[in-house]
């Protein structure tokens, strides 16, 4: 089979893909092996790939496909997340472009839309995450909606329920105005934001007197029902036991007492809103205050808005200002920094409700996941993240997990009477009846007569479950998958869920298996441009993946996006970095070619310069994979790839091939060329996790294999050991054929011409690399002196001094000229440096290091000079 004289990733990528598919190299079931497991984190159900995504799963794929290697039954579980808000808003926003709404049909008819989106639009991304060449198990494939996983999710909420875990409250709650759904504390993001505080003015009862009070949301007012001040602040001493009169809706409300306002900030008056503030509230309970809620769900005014009904929040504001500055009401207005919640679904501004939810008590069950981090029984990749975790888990409030939406998980409880607390939390339906006529004691309900909650569970409760449903544990505890496979190995994902599910996911494992979920937490960066901006659709920064690999190949984007990836920093994405990527991919198939293109004798001898070559390559292998498996075992990916990519292109194509290839025109004998084939092979193991399709590739084309020895099932190169000084005798070797290169280069002297070389050798190097020294350096004679030679050209490696005779090949006298101006300007140097460091005031106060960074100038100034008068001393 002749090789292609260009790499075409496409019908590279396509067939082995298909390759390893066919032979289900991907799939994995219980066996004698150690298992070694990842459970992909579940991307939206609906969702497209992008670079997140594409980093994400580079990075799993690069572990998955090193565990095959290693001989581990590698099992990587793909699946999708049904996505309650992102999902709903989809399907709301088709039916509006149907003209119709989502009030106007029952919930049964919007399921059926729902389900109909979802597999329509459902699992393109895993299609795409094929084309990345994602080596996961299609076979396992799991969606958080499946039968299964959803019956898990039901039986989690009735046990945690029957535990005395989960409960219904009325509570301040974040409500989402524009998905109109509650959201939890960690669904919320805070942004600083530029706003207005603006002072009011409430007259006091019956006087003339009046309070003025700072509020950034003025629009509130129309729903207070106290004034608070500190007892203990003699401004207001005379105002106790009085009442104020809010503006515009001229309510009466009381003034009263609570050391929970601070004397110093603003005017030492507060607003209290019970219904819109979480504080407020708490004081209103206290206090025993009106709640007044003034918003629609989508943030409309309602009634309690007077004139302002129906109008959205943020017009009212403006709207309202204009009002209370014309009855005289408004003092002034001062530019105001604070912090405003957003939703991470929807970017609306959360407006704080009260309403009836359900919420998982957090405090104890959190417990085991936090030792669990603290004392490593999990590991978090990069460490600093342990801190923020602690943080949060010794903060932890309890977890609101009802939703008010249609699609999702519907809450298990079943209502059969008027009264809050006439329900019953069942798994089915038909046990709900059983246990409603029990507790009412009604032997005549039927299911007709229950009313199912109408909310869904939040998202996060059923991908907290995700390592351990994916393999049937909830509902099988027992079964002889969740056995093998849990708890899984690695988990890779993103810093900014690390609480949405991370921690939830450990504290399900603990709760439910008593066990870790996973033992080691690889959290990745954000994908940024180079302008450090996060990449969005919004601001157009964002590359489409597919026509990356399009442009690129696959291989080429994954090298790109691993070539500056540290776990936990920000990736700042730059596409140069996949045209490098490619320029990799494009570097290894050219060295096969050349090698596959040399012509074998079996007639020849072993070649004495491929033999020291090739030993030399083994030990640099050897000493590399033990950098690379440092590396790894470390979660330093990025890392692993470039001491992989630096041996191939620099030890392997620009030193070993070179020292091996045949003169132009002639063979190679067999012993070195299976030598080359040999180290090939071994350097595309250690390629296959990062370029799995130009490694299968190459690897396929030296030899005809069998399924069972493709590259994807090989084993993994083991070590045994390396000569560290042979390895640095090379490198003093490469440094003297790179000082002839730069003399043949600077002097014009052809590398068809031999040269003569003469060495003192002063730093005792051994001999084994002379004759790789010899044809790399087209020298003829090579010869040890204990003198310098006279018309010759001189370089130094350390303290070794090498010549090469050139007379007749260049000018002396312009050869002595240019030494000579070079030797001044250097002497000229080392005098600036050493004026610097006799002064004493520099010595004393510069930081330590550049005072040695001006000590080491001094030392390479002295040796350069001592060269030059050596090349001088040689042209006499």
Aim: aromatic share 10%.
């Amino acid at each position: 089979m002749s090789l292609a004289a260009k790499y075409s990733a496409e019908s590279v990528e396509n067939k082995w893909y298909s390759y390893w598919m066919e032979h289900g190299y991907f799939h994995s079931e219980v066996d004698e092996r150690e298992p070694y497991t990842i459970v992909i984190p579940p991307p939206n159900v609906t969702g497209v790939l992008h670079m997140g995504h594409m980093l994400n799963n580079t990075i799993q794929d690069v572990l998955i496909r090193r565990a095959r290697l290693l001989g581990y039954n590698a099992l990587w579980v793909p699946g999708t997340d049904h996505a309650s808000i992102a999902t709903e808003a989809k399907v709301v926003a088709k039916l509006k472009a149907e003209g119709i709404e989502k009030t106007d049909i029952s919930r049964e008819e919007f399921l059926e839309h729902a389900w109909e989106w979802t597999h329509k639009h459902g699992g393109i991304i895993l299609e795409q995450l094929k084309k990345l060449g994602a080596s996961c198990d299609w076979d396992r494939t799991k969606f958080t909606m499946d039968d299964d996983l959803s019956a898990s999710v039901i039986r989690v909420f009735v046990d945690l329920f029957n535990k005395g875990l989960i409960y219904r409250g009325y509570r301040m709650v974040n409500w989402d105005p524009q998905a109109l759904t509650t959201l939890s504390d960690e669904e919320v993001i805070y942004e600083e934001k530029q706003g207005s505080l603006y002072h009011l003015n409430y007259k006091i009862e019956g006087s003339d007197e009046y309070l003025t009070i700072a509020t950034t949301r003025p629009e509130t007012i129309l729903g207070d029902t106290a004034i608070c001040i500190n007892p203990e602040d003699e401004r207001y001493t005379h105002l106790k036991g009085k009442k104020a009169i809010v503006p515009i809706c001229n309510r009466v409300i009381p003034i009263i007492e609570d050391e929970y306002v601070t004397m110093e900030f603003g005017t030492g008056c507060l607003k209290v809103t019970p219904a819109h503030d979480e504080n407020d509230k708490l004081l209103g309970d206290k206090h025993q205050l009106e709640v007044i809620d003034i918003f629609n769900d989508d943030a409309t005014l309602n009634s309690y808005g007077l004139n302002y009904q129906g109008k959205d929040r943020f017009v009212v504001r403006k709207e309202i200002v204009k009002e209370l500055k014309e009855i005289g009401a408004l003092e002034k207005v001062e530019q105001y920094t604070n912090k405003v919640g957003t939703s991470e679904r929807t970017g609306a501004v959360i407006e704080p409700k009260l309403s009836d939810q359900w919420f998982l008590k957090m405090k104890d069950i959190s417990k085991p996941a936090l030792e669990a981090v603290l004392d490593k029984d999990i590991n978090l990749v990069p460490e600093k993240f342990i801190n923020t975790y602690r943080h949060w888990m010794e903060n932890v409030r309890d977890w609101n997990i009802s939703r008010q939406l249609w699609w999702g998980h519907q809450i298990p409880a079943y209502y059969f009477g008027d009264g809050k607390e006439d329900f019953v939390v069942a798994e089915t339906s038909e046990e709900a009846l059983s246990m409603a006529k029990e507790r009412s004691g009604n032997p005549d309900l039927t299911i007709e007569n229950l009313k199912q909650d109408p909310d869904v569970l939040d998202t996060w409760f059923s991908s907290w479950l995700w390592p351990i449903s994916v393999f049937n544990g909830i509902m099988e505890p027992d079964n002889k998958d969740i056995n093998y496979y849990y708890p899984t190995n690695d988990l890779v994902t993103a810093p900014e869920i690390l609480f949405f599910w991370v921690a939830r996911m450990i504290i399900a494992g603990y709760e439910y298996r008593d066990d870790k979920p996973f033992q080691n937490v690889y959290l990745t960066g954000i994908v940024r441009d180079k302008q450090r901006r996060k990449m969005s659709k919004s601001l157009g920064n964002s590359p489409d993946p597919i026509e990356l690999m399009k442009d690129y190949g696959a291989d080429g984007v994954r090298v790109g996006m691993l070539l500056s990836s540290p776990a936990g920093n920000d990736l700042m994405f730059d596409i140069d970095l996949c045209k490098q990527g490619s320029g990799f991919v494009n570097k290894i198939w050219n060295a096969y070619r050349l090698i596959d293109g040399w012509e074998v004798s079996s007639e020849l001898p072993a070649s004495e310069t491929g033999a020291v070559a090739l030993n030399w390559y083994r030990n640099k292998f050897n000493s590399a994979l033990a950098e690379i498996e440092d590396h790894f075992s470390k979660y330093r990916i990025s890392d692993a790839l470039m001491a992989t990519y630096k041996l191939i292109w620099d030890d392997f194509c620009s030193w070993l091939l070179e020292m091996v290839k045949p003169a132009f025109g002639q063979p190679i004998d067999r012993s070195t060329y299976e030598g080359v084939i040999d180290i090939l092979e071994n350097n595309l193991k250690i390629l296959h996790p990062f370029v799995p399709f130009v490694s299968e590739e190459i690897w396929q084309h030296i030899t005809e294999r069998t399924p069972e020895e493709a590259l994807i099932v090989a084993s993994w190169p083991e070590s045994d050991g390396f000569d560290a000084k042979l390895i640095n005798d090379f490198n003093f070797a490469s440094e003297v054929i790179s000082g002839i290169r730069t003399i043949r280069k600077e002097k014009n002297i052809s590398f068809k011409d031999t040269i003569e070389l003469s060495v003192i050798d002063n730093e005792k190097v051994s001999p084994e690399f002379d004759a790789v020294i010899a044809k790399l350096g087209n020298v003829s004679d090579m010869n040890y002196v204990a003198a310098p030679l006279e018309g010759a050209l001189t370089f130094r490696v350390k303290s070794n001094e090498y010549f090469i005779p050139v007379a007749g090949a260049i000018n002396i006298e312009e050869e002595r000229t240019k030494i000579q101006e070079e030797l001044a300007y250097t002497e000229g140097f080392l005098k600036s440096v050493q004026k610097k460091l006799s002064n004493e005031r520099f010595v004393n106060n510069a930081p330590e290091q550049v005072v040695q960074l001006e000590k080491n100038k001094e030392a390479d100034a002295k040796a350069k000079i001592e060269t030059l008068k050596a090349s001088l001393s040689s042209l006499q």
